[in-house]
């Protein structure tokens, strides 16, 4: 299957609806989509996972590119998902600690203007949590990541 990429403006949030499967086929066209919105100056994003079929570790691995590289311009990004399937793959990654994710777009639009939080009441911490130290049980010990942890280390290139 094929991937689908539209965007369109939600209050201040650019929304990138994705739709198909997110692969090593297709995840360059992600990852060069988001990487031409936060250029563009589309900081605060929010990408609409509600029409995937498929993510592999690619497409995560994209995901989580674009939100070092949103944090480092100042910006933020969330995952809009209500598809048990893809949430579940983001619990077992422990990446539902690292996203905020919602379960509609509406959800992560501020509730006020200059609000940029968007997390919901199941999501503890400040959102600070890396993908480089997620904080779950079963993170690996003595990786030397601590929660709650800063990534400084750059992800290179999204």
């Known amino acids: 299957m094929d991937l689908t990429l539209n965007t369109r403006s939600e209050a201040d949030r650019t929304v990138l ?3 198909g ?3 090593v086929y297709t995840g360059t066209a992600l990852r060069d989509r988001i990487s031409d919105l936060l ?3 589309a900081h605060h994003l929010i ?4 029409r995937v079929d498929f993510i592999d570790s690619t497409g995560l691995g994209v995901l989580v590119g674009a939100l070092n590289r949103a944090r480092e311009l100042g910006g933020s990004l969330q995952l809009v998902c209500a598809q048990e399937r893809v949430l579940k793959l983001l619990r077992i990654t422990g990446l539902d600690q690292v996203f905020t994710v919602q379960p509609s777009v509406e959800a992560a639009l501020p509730a006020e203007a200059g609000s940029d939080t968007g997390r919901p009441a199941n999501q503890p911490g400040t959102g600070g949590v890396t993908p480089d130290a997620p904080d779950t049980p079963d993170d690996t010990a003595g990786a030397g990541s601590e929660p709650g942890g800063t990534a400084s280390g750059g992800s290179g290139t999204s």
């Open 47 to 50: 990408v609409d996972l509600g």
């Open 21 to 23: 499967e997110v692969d």
């Open 39 to 41: 250029d563009a100056g």
């Open 17 to 19: 609806q994705v739709a």
